[in-house]
Protein backbone atom coordinates (compact mmCIF):
# COMPACT_ATOMS: atom_id res chain seq x y z
CA UNK A 1 0.00 0.00 0.00
CA UNK A 2 0.91 3.37 -0.68
CA UNK A 3 3.18 4.58 2.34
CA UNK A 4 1.60 8.09 1.94
CA UNK A 5 -1.89 6.05 2.90
CA UNK A 6 -0.30 4.40 5.48
CA UNK A 7 1.17 7.34 7.01
CA UNK A 8 -2.41 9.05 7.07
CA UNK A 9 -4.18 6.12 8.81
CA UNK A 10 -1.44 6.05 11.31
CA UNK A 11 -1.71 9.80 11.94
CA UNK A 12 -5.96 9.96 11.83
CA UNK A 13 -6.44 6.67 14.40
CA UNK A 14 -4.51 8.28 17.41
CA UNK A 15 -5.61 11.69 16.68
CA UNK A 16 -9.65 9.87 16.99
CA UNK A 17 -9.10 7.77 19.50
CA UNK A 18 -7.07 10.04 21.94
CA UNK A 19 -9.35 13.36 20.77
CA UNK A 20 -12.43 11.23 21.75
CA UNK A 21 -11.02 10.71 25.43
CA UNK A 22 -9.56 14.44 25.90
CA UNK A 23 -12.39 16.10 24.35
CA UNK A 24 -14.84 14.38 26.81
CA UNK A 25 -17.08 12.95 24.66
CA UNK A 26 -17.10 10.02 26.14
CA UNK A 27 -18.06 9.12 29.87
CA UNK A 28 -15.47 8.17 31.92
CA UNK A 29 -16.86 4.55 33.33
CA UNK A 30 -13.42 2.70 34.14
CA UNK A 31 -14.35 2.43 37.83
CA UNK A 32 -17.44 2.22 37.97
CA UNK A 33 -20.01 -1.09 38.13
CA UNK A 34 -21.50 -2.01 34.91
CA UNK A 35 -25.25 -0.65 35.84
CA UNK A 36 -23.90 2.59 37.14
CA UNK A 37 -21.40 2.34 33.88
CA UNK A 38 -25.22 2.01 32.17
CA UNK A 39 -26.80 5.17 33.81
CA UNK A 40 -23.71 7.55 33.35
CA UNK A 41 -23.99 6.41 29.48
CA UNK A 42 -27.50 6.76 28.86
CA UNK A 43 -27.14 10.54 30.85
CA UNK A 44 -25.06 11.34 28.29
CA UNK A 45 -25.86 9.18 25.15
CA UNK A 46 -25.42 11.25 22.18
CA UNK A 47 -22.47 12.04 23.27
CA UNK A 48 -21.32 8.25 23.61
CA UNK A 49 -23.26 7.04 21.06
CA UNK A 50 -20.49 9.89 19.38
CA UNK A 51 -17.82 8.69 20.93
CA UNK A 52 -18.30 5.37 20.53
CA UNK A 53 -18.68 5.71 16.42
CA UNK A 54 -15.40 8.23 16.09
CA UNK A 55 -13.31 5.57 18.47
CA UNK A 56 -14.32 2.56 16.23
CA UNK A 57 -13.30 4.34 12.76
CA UNK A 58 -9.82 5.23 14.87
CA UNK A 59 -9.10 1.90 15.72
CA UNK A 60 -9.92 0.42 12.53
CA UNK A 61 -7.53 3.39 10.98
CA UNK A 62 -5.06 3.00 13.50
CA UNK A 63 -4.17 -0.80 13.38
CA UNK A 64 -5.02 -1.69 9.93
CA UNK A 65 -2.20 1.56 9.08
CA UNK A 66 0.13 -0.60 11.98
CA UNK A 67 -0.53 -4.17 9.92
CA UNK A 68 0.40 -2.45 6.51
CA UNK A 69 3.71 -0.86 8.37
CA UNK A 70 4.39 -4.30 9.45
CA UNK A 71 4.02 -5.65 6.08
CA UNK A 72 6.11 -2.94 4.74
CA UNK A 73 9.01 -4.11 6.56
CA UNK A 74 10.67 -6.86 4.45
CA UNK A 75 14.57 -7.70 4.52
CA UNK A 76 17.18 -9.98 4.26
CA UNK A 77 16.60 -10.25 7.91
CA UNK A 78 15.07 -13.66 8.62
CA UNK A 79 14.15 -13.04 12.12
CA UNK A 80 13.10 -9.20 11.57
CA UNK A 81 10.50 -10.60 8.85
CA UNK A 82 8.92 -13.27 11.03
CA UNK A 83 8.48 -10.66 14.07
CA UNK A 84 6.83 -7.80 12.04
CA UNK A 85 4.59 -10.87 10.48
CA UNK A 86 3.50 -12.18 13.26
CA UNK A 87 3.38 -8.59 15.37
CA UNK A 88 1.49 -7.65 12.06
CA UNK A 89 -1.30 -10.35 12.20
CA UNK A 90 -1.87 -9.64 16.20
CA UNK A 91 -2.36 -6.26 15.58
CA UNK A 92 -4.79 -6.85 12.95
CA UNK A 93 -6.92 -9.13 14.98
CA UNK A 94 -7.17 -6.05 17.53
CA UNK A 95 -9.36 -4.08 14.63
CA UNK A 96 -12.70 -6.69 15.36
CA UNK A 97 -12.39 -7.61 19.02
CA UNK A 98 -11.75 -3.40 19.73
CA UNK A 99 -14.61 -2.52 17.13
CA UNK A 100 -16.77 -4.63 19.14
CA UNK A 101 -15.37 -3.15 22.24
CA UNK A 102 -16.01 0.30 21.52
CA UNK A 103 -19.06 -0.27 19.94
CA UNK A 104 -21.01 -1.88 23.06
CA UNK A 105 -21.64 1.30 24.29
CA UNK A 106 -23.81 1.86 21.39
CA UNK A 107 -25.25 -1.60 21.34
CA UNK A 108 -26.36 -1.09 25.13
CA UNK A 109 -28.06 2.15 24.51
CA UNK A 110 -30.33 0.27 22.22
CA UNK A 111 -31.32 -2.32 23.96
CA UNK A 112 -31.37 -0.42 27.66
CA UNK A 113 -34.20 1.62 25.37
CA UNK A 114 -35.78 -1.14 24.17
CA UNK A 115 -35.61 -3.69 26.89
CA UNK A 116 -35.01 -1.41 29.94
CA UNK A 117 -31.52 -0.74 31.51
CA UNK A 118 -30.97 -4.59 32.79
CA UNK A 119 -30.22 -5.53 29.36
CA UNK A 120 -27.59 -2.89 28.26
CA UNK A 121 -25.86 -3.60 31.48
CA UNK A 122 -25.63 -7.17 30.83
CA UNK A 123 -24.59 -5.99 27.03
CA UNK A 124 -21.59 -3.52 28.97
CA UNK A 125 -20.68 -6.36 31.88
CA UNK A 126 -19.88 -8.88 28.77
CA UNK A 127 -18.03 -6.16 26.59
CA UNK A 128 -15.26 -6.37 29.05
CA UNK A 129 -14.22 -9.57 28.13
CA UNK A 130 -12.51 -7.53 25.27
CA UNK A 131 -10.30 -5.71 27.01
CA UNK A 132 -8.43 -8.57 26.62
CA UNK A 133 -7.94 -7.74 22.90
CA UNK A 134 -5.33 -5.17 24.95
CA UNK A 135 -2.64 -7.84 25.18
CA UNK A 136 -2.76 -8.63 21.64
CA UNK A 137 -1.71 -4.99 21.18
CA UNK A 138 1.00 -4.90 23.80
CA UNK A 139 2.81 -8.03 22.13
CA UNK A 140 1.82 -7.25 18.66
CA UNK A 141 3.64 -3.66 19.22
CA UNK A 142 6.58 -5.47 20.55
CA UNK A 143 6.82 -7.93 17.94
CA UNK A 144 7.08 -4.93 15.37
CA UNK A 145 9.27 -2.34 17.50
CA UNK A 146 11.76 -5.47 17.73
CA UNK A 147 11.50 -5.42 14.39
CA UNK A 148 12.10 -2.00 13.71
CA UNK A 149 15.07 -2.17 15.63
CA UNK A 150 16.70 -5.06 14.03
CA UNK A 151 16.31 -3.02 10.73
CA UNK A 152 17.49 0.02 12.59
CA UNK A 153 14.44 2.32 10.74
CA UNK A 154 14.21 5.73 12.22
CA UNK A 155 17.98 5.32 13.72
CA UNK A 156 16.03 2.32 15.81
CA UNK A 157 14.08 5.45 17.97
CA UNK A 158 10.83 4.14 16.72
CA UNK A 159 11.73 0.80 17.27
CA UNK A 160 12.44 1.51 20.54
CA UNK A 161 9.62 3.52 21.72
CA UNK A 162 7.10 0.55 20.79
CA UNK A 163 9.32 -2.10 22.87
CA UNK A 164 9.09 0.96 25.87
CA UNK A 165 5.76 1.62 25.90
CA UNK A 166 3.90 -1.72 26.16
CA UNK A 167 6.23 -2.61 28.43
CA UNK A 168 5.14 -0.32 30.63
CA UNK A 169 1.32 -0.92 29.80
CA UNK A 170 1.69 -4.53 30.30
CA UNK A 171 3.36 -3.77 34.23
CA UNK A 172 0.09 -1.74 34.66
CA UNK A 173 -1.89 -4.89 33.73
CA UNK A 174 -0.47 -6.69 36.20
CA UNK A 175 0.37 -4.07 39.40
CA UNK A 176 -2.30 -1.58 38.05
CA UNK A 177 0.04 2.13 38.32
CA UNK A 178 -1.09 4.40 37.37
CA UNK A 179 1.78 6.45 36.36
CA UNK A 180 3.12 3.59 34.17
CA UNK A 181 -0.97 3.21 32.50
CA UNK A 182 0.02 7.05 31.26
CA UNK A 183 3.04 6.64 29.82
CA UNK A 184 2.25 3.06 28.19
CA UNK A 185 -1.06 3.45 26.67
CA UNK A 186 -0.74 7.05 25.78
CA UNK A 187 2.88 6.32 24.81
CA UNK A 188 1.34 3.63 22.24
CA UNK A 189 -0.79 6.46 20.74
CA UNK A 190 2.08 8.93 20.21
CA UNK A 191 4.88 7.03 18.80
CA UNK A 192 2.31 5.72 16.13
CA UNK A 193 0.88 9.06 15.64
CA UNK A 194 4.78 10.34 15.36
CA UNK A 195 5.82 7.14 12.47
CA UNK A 196 2.60 8.27 10.71
CA UNK A 197 4.09 11.51 10.10
CA UNK A 198 7.46 9.97 9.46
CA UNK A 199 5.54 7.41 6.89
CA UNK A 200 3.68 10.35 5.32
CA UNK A 201 6.66 12.71 4.76
CA UNK A 202 8.77 9.41 3.23
CA UNK A 203 9.56 9.58 -0.37
CA UNK A 204 8.34 6.25 -2.14
CA UNK A 205 10.41 3.78 -2.78
CA UNK A 206 13.19 6.07 -0.65
CA UNK A 207 14.45 4.02 2.50
CA UNK A 208 14.09 5.23 5.86
CA UNK A 209 17.26 7.04 7.54
Avoid at 101 to 122: L, R, Y
Avoid at 131 to 152: D, H, N, Q, R
Amino acid sequence: MNSKVVGIMLILGPILIMGVWIGGLVPDTASISPSEAMTTVLAEKNLAEIGSLIQIFGVIAMFAGLYFLARSLKSDNAVSNQLAEMGGLLLLLVVPIWVVFMGSWTAAIGAAEKFGNDVGTTILASSTMFEAGGMLLIVGLVMLGISLTILKKYKGVIGALFIIAPVCAFIDVIFDIEALAIIGWMGMFITTLIIGILTTLQKENQPEA
